[in-house]
């Protein structure tokens, strides 16, 4: 996997409708956010614009998961 594909990976599945989505939907995503980012740690990746982007992910499902306890 390409850091640019990642990347692009991940803006495609922050601009998901995450209210949309069954919370099945939801954790499936989260386990592909989760897999992106163990693959890319692994290739101990320094890249500013892939940790801003996880890190926006992991805030929108966060609120999302709160939202609905």
Same mark, same amino acid.
């Given at each position: 996997?390409? /850091?640019?594909?990642?990347?692009?990976?991940?803006?495609? /599945?922050?601009?998901? #409708?995450?209210? $949309?989505?069954?919370?099945?939907?939801?954790? /499936?995503?989260?386990?592909?956010?989760? +897999?992106?980012?163990?693959? *890319? +740690?692994?290739?101990?990746? #320094? #890249?500013? $614009?892939?940790?801003?982007? *996880? #890190?926006?992910?992991?805030?929108?499902?966060?609120?999302?998961?709160?939202?609905?306890?």
């Amino acid at each position: 996997m390409e /850091i640019e594909g990642a990347i692009e990976r991940l803006k495609e /599945i922050m601009h998901m #409708d995450f209210q $949309a989505m069954s919370s099945s939907e939801r954790i /499936i995503l989260t386990c592909e956010i989760s +897999e992106i980012g163990r693959r *890319l +740690e692994s290739m101990h990746t #320094d #890249d500013c $614009a892939l940790e801003e982007v *996880l #890190d926006a992910l992991e805030e929108k499902l966060a609120l999302k998961q709160d939202l609905e306890n």
